[in-house]
């Protein structure tokens, strides 16, 4: 790699690459990129048919099935551009909703116990069955599938402010329930609601600081406010959409004569059947996503209600497993792109069309959690983001959970942190390892990576109180 900034560097075309590659790092993020191999994972996808400007890497990127995890790639829909699920990832829609509570920090210590026994108690977790939410059958799920968080708000599941603060205001047009399988809807039925397993989690914050009073005083949030941020995705009918389209676009790379150096990256013209059929029911899981953060929304309000008589207000809820149909212009020229974003969130700048309302002005909240014990970052979209408006999701793994298991045992962990005044709800101990912090690079250093490479600004720092995981 070439060093084109201090939070810039370049892998130069070469082979079957159509584009370069741009990771986005610091000098001390850095060892652990080149020590990954997310690297190669960047050079093959700049073989993609269709792909301009550059196969980018976020701050946080780290290897992941077919595109690393924390990689942006763009297709040009009308010279051939492609659309490969391994951009989006098997959790589809898989994203980090924001909830201010009307109280301080201080408020709120004489009830943290409490308030974490009731978000324990009723948040539904791990890989299984189990959901806020049980659907009638396949005629209920269609319509959450079109209608994503709106349809949840309609049925009682939210206020309509919810769908102001929420990207594409709660659902994706685009969704074709049709594309999305029988066995998909049956693993989809009973987890409209829950968490799901991994990395996954409900935290219970406070915002330590705040970088940009204005900017924070826009989305809500204050110094010492309360908050909380869920982190989850479509779960099992997600997965399922994903693993039933890889299977369709693999069986059919030699039908369009696409050439691949990786199996995991298989694709399909964007304009092509299988290409359409892909968005379609991506789209459809992704409103399920939606539908889904919605749905924990809601139990989150009510153990606040419960717990301390206080109400909860929706900051932003933004996906970072997405590939959607948009324009930017390339070497001059307006063009109509599918920009996957993998692990990667949309970061969008003050005065950008695409936001509407009293974010206009502000610009799009871009939410960045950290892992249990360290600090979660709200930042906000900058001017001249030449990654399709594109930011890092989170901290980023550096250790496998395998690793995590040898070094870390749950219940020191667990005692650890509550020895730091951080109340923790696991699903098992054996979870609990494998999330530990140090198996995550620092975010603090992602955060500043990525305000040095001008993709997103910080706008407040929050820290844990209490964490629910997955």
Request: net charge neutral; with cysteine.
């Amino acid at each position: 790699m070439r060093e084109e900034s201090p939070f810039r560097f370049r892998i130069e075309q070469q082979g079957a690459m159509r584009v370069p590659g741009v990771v986005f790092a610091s000098r001390e993020l850095l060892p652990q990129v080149v020590g990954d191999q997310a690297l190669e994972q960047v050079v093959n996808v700049a073989t993609l048919p269709g792909i301009v400007r550059a196969s980018y890497a976020m701050p946080d990127v780290h290897w992941g099935y077919g595109f690393p995890i924390g990689g942006v790639a763009a297709t040009d829909v009308e010279a051939g551009g492609v659309v490969s699920p391994g951009g989006v990832g098997f959790d589809i829609s898989c994203g980090v909703r924001l909830l201010a509570a009307g109280m301080e920090r201080a408020e709120l210590a004489p009830h943290l116990k409490r308030l974490m026994d009731i978000l324990g108690d009723t948040t539904p977790r791990g890989a299984g069955r189990g959901g806020l939410w049980k659907l009638s059958g396949r005629a209920q799920m269609q319509k959450l599938l079109v209608g994503g968080a709106r349809y949840a708000v309609e049925s009682g599941h939210g206020v309509p402010r919810d769908l102001d603060r929420c990207e594409d205001r709660g659902a994706l047009a685009e969704a074709d329930p049709e594309q999305v399988g029988q066995r998909a809807v049956e693993r989809g039925l009973h987890q409209v609601g829950s968490l799901g397993s991994g990395n996954h989690f409900l935290e219970v914050q406070a915002v330590d600081e705040v970088y940009d009073t204005r900017t924070a005083a826009a989305f809500g949030l204050r110094g010492g406010q309360v908050c909380v941020m869920i982190h989850c995705g479509s779960r099992g009918l997600g997965h399922q959409v994903c693993t039933d389209h890889v299977r369709v676009m693999d069986h059919s790379l030699r039908t369009y004569g696409i050439d691949i150096p990786d199996r995991q990256l298989a694709c399909a013209p964007v304009v092509s059947p299988a290409g359409r059929d892909y968005l379609g029911a991506m789209a459809a899981a992704a409103n399920y996503g939606r539908a889904n953060r919605q749905l924990l929304t809601q139990a989150t309000r009510h153990a606040f209600a419960t717990a301390i008589g206080v109400d909860v207000d929706l900051v932003y809820d933004v996906s970072h497993n997405m590939a959607k149909i948009e324009h930017h212009e390339v070497d001059g020229v307006r063009r109509l792109l599918c920009v996957h974003r993998k692990g990667a969130t949309l970061a969008l700048p003050p005065g950008h069309p695409g936001l509407s309302g009293d974010l206009s002005q502000a610009g799009q909240p871009v939410l960045v959690p950290g892992t249990m014990g360290t600090a979660s970052y709200v930042m906000v979209g900058t001017p001249g983001n030449d990654a399709f408006f594109s930011a890092c999701h989170g901290a980023g793994r550096v250790w496998s959970r395998h690793r995590a298991l040898r070094e870390v045992r749950g219940e020191d962990l667990g005692n650890a942190l509550a020895a730091r005044g951080i109340a923790v709800r696991p699903a098992t101990w054996r979870g609990l390892a494998e999330e530990a912090p140090d198996a995550y690079k620092d975010i603090d250093a992602v955060a500043a990576a990525t305000e040095g490479a001008g993709l997103a600004r910080r706008v407040a720092r929050l820290i844990p109180l209490g964490v629910v995981k997955g």
